[in-house]
Nanobody, 124 residues
């Protein structure tokens, strides 16, 4: 079993920042890639960022506001979010892919494991 636990969500004012963390545990031997997605009511799950050992990916609407990073010694992935907007409100998920073949960073169904999510609310 592999478990992912996200943390760092909460209530923040527009323009503020949050840093999300994701710790992976269990029968886990590292990943080829990790990503962050979010779910908001009435919308498809959105891709926010992904990271491999050599590359990072972002969709255009978060570039320069969100930064993904990883610490393999701690089995952790992070998402630094700056200049947050009300439309960034949602449930944020961490996912990991353990096999390179078939993995597409921006497609959540190509990952192998997913956490339960952490809620981010941006409101004044």
């Amino acid at each position: 079993q592999v478990h992912l636990r996200e943390s760092g969500g909460g209530l923040v004012r527009p323009g503020g920042s949050l840093r999300l963390s994701c710790v992976v545990s269990g029968r886990y031997f590292g990943n080829v890639g990790a990503g962050w997605f979010r779910q908001t009511p009435g919308k498809e799950r959105e891709f926010l960022a992904a990271i491999s050992r050599d590359n990072v990916w972002y969709p255009g609407f978060v570039k320069d506001r969100f930064t993904i990073s990883r610490d393999d010694e701690k089995n952790s992935v992070y998402l630094q979010m700056d200049r947050l907007k009300p439309e960034d409100t949602g449930l944020y998920y961490c996912l990991v892919a353990t096999v390179t073949r078939g993995w597409a960073p921006d497609l959540d169904d190509t990952y192998d494991f997913r956490g339960q999510g952490t809620q981010v609310t941006v409101s004044s």
